[in-house]
């Protein structure tokens, strides 16, 4: 199964020093991305072309861009922009991925291999690839970027949802339930998709890390949310011309996603160990 390529720190880290950093640092960055535009220390949209490419001081503790626009209150408003954006786009590619999971497991063999043969389709295509492809089509903006990495990813979650739920309908338990007459629906919502979905909740968390990087790397790229919008991956592209001259501009929005995808990274690695403790061993 193709899925993003997200970095694994088991075999340094174990679970106390996961749950001491990957938790509360997540923590942050979620309450950061929820108030992020009302403890900005300025107006993150205020240009002044007089206060253009200022570095980092006690006036801008992170300098400001080529607009004059200060950078430390544009990454606090963008966090919104980035990290609750690519959690709407995990949640929603787990959502489709269980649906279409569900319907291949209950659908019988032809629908099955129908379904997972267009699985396979979408993940020969390359995920960045597929995912500008679709946001071109729909036109630049942060919606449009939504939906074509939502395109992108339910395939990885079909797949992954699938083979649990086959491993679960061949449990003791929900062959007796199927010999007592449980209609395959209700057998699917009350049995087998509650005793399944433990995979998929480490696969969505390790996601969302990936998620934040094609999130920002489309908005780089000039297909995700538009100006003037405080996206992170829009704020890199717009300070890679002052690389030599304001570092600042492009370094500390590209730092931020690093750091970010970094910390859900860490947390992902955490819940796959609190579900499976014999991966801290």
């Not at 959502?95 to 209950?106: E, K, S």
Request: net charge neutral; glycine share 8%.
């Amino acid at each position: 199964m193709t899925t993003l390529a997200v970095p694994r720190f088991l075999p340094v880290f174990k679970i106390p020093l996961l749950d001491r950093i990957a938790y509360p640092a997540t923590a942050v960055f979620v309450l950061i991305a929820l108030v992020g535009p009302w403890i900005a220390p300025h107006d993150p949209y205020q240009v002044d072309l007089n206060q253009a490419l200022l570095a980092p001081g006690a006036g801008h503790w992170l300098g400001t861009d080529s607009a004059g626009r200060d950078i430390l209150s544009r990454l606090l408003a963008g966090a919104r922009t980035t990290v609750l954006s690519s959690v709407v786009v995990t949640v929603g590619a787990a959502v489709v991925g269980i649906v279409v999971a569900a319907v291949a497991a209950l659908g019988g063999r032809v629908v099955d291999e129908v379904v997972m043969r267009v699985c396979d389709i979408f993940l020969s295509i390359p995920g960045m690839i597929l995912a500008l492809g679709v946001a071109a089509a729909l036109g630049p903006s942060l919606r449009s970027t939504i939906i074509a990495l939502v395109v992108a990813l339910w395939p990885a979650f079909a797949r992954l949802v699938r083979a649990v739920l086959r491993e679960t309908m061949a449990s003791t338990y929900v062959e007796s339930a199927r010999t007592l007459g449980v209609p395959p629906g209700r057998l699917m919502l009350r049995h087998v998709l509650p005793n399944s979905l433990d995979s998929l909740y480490v696969q969505a968390a390790l996601d969302v890390s990936g998620v934040i990087v094609l999130m920002s790397g489309l908005s780089f790229l000039g297909v995700g949310a538009q100006p003037p919008s405080a996206d992170w991956g829009a704020m890199v592209a717009d300070g890679r011309e002052y690389v030599t001259t304001a570092w600042w501009v492009a370094t500390v929005p590209g730092l931020a996603i690093t750091l970010t995808a970094v910390v859900f990274g860490l947390f992902g690695d955490a819940l796959r160990v609190r579900l499976d403790p014999t991966l801290g061993d």
